[in-house]
């Protein structure tokens, strides 16, 4: 099973990126895909979920309004459409998938596959 995350880059505040998740290596139709990130010195935080079995998406409280995922069973693909980016966002940034209940969607112990980071660095 492989993740391959991609799409980070360096952004002035305001600006938007699109993060995306290949997976490959098995059927992830019950899975859930989720984006998690992790700042210097700061521990990994959940930033969004989606389900590919019914499209559910959740969102950490301080990207709601600002960030989209979106997935494409076909593609076996997760994408994050971040809009409005602050300085704050800036952090490496992970996919990973697993099957959570809905009250642990946003822990990552819940997740058993991962993608390598991608860097989103935004600049006041």
């Known amino acids: 099973v492989q993740l391959q995350a991609y799409g980070g880059g360096l952004v002035q505040a305001g600006a938007s990126l699109r993060l995306s998740c290949e997976a490959s290596?098995?059927?992830?139709?019950?899975?859930?895909i989720s984006w998690f990130r992790q700042a210097p010195g700061k521990e990994r935080e959940f930033v969004a979920a989606?389900?590919?079995?019914?499209?559910?998406?959740f969102y950490l409280d301080s990207v709601k309004g600002r960030f989209t995922i979106s997935g494409d069973n076909a593609k076996n693909a997760a994408y994050l459409q971040m809009n409005s980016l602050k300085p704050e966002d800036t952090a490496v940034y992970f996919c990973?998938?697993?099957?959570?209940?809905?009250?642990?969607?946003?822990?990552?112990?819940?997740?058993?596959?991962w993608g390598q980071g991608t860097q989103v660095t935004v600049s006041s």
């Open positions: 990973a998938a697993g099957r959570p209940i809905v009250s642990t969607i946003s822990a990552s112990s819940a997740y058993t596959y």
């Open positions: 290596g098995r059927d992830f139709t019950n899975y859930a």
């Open positions: 989606v389900r590919w079995s019914n499209s559910n998406t």
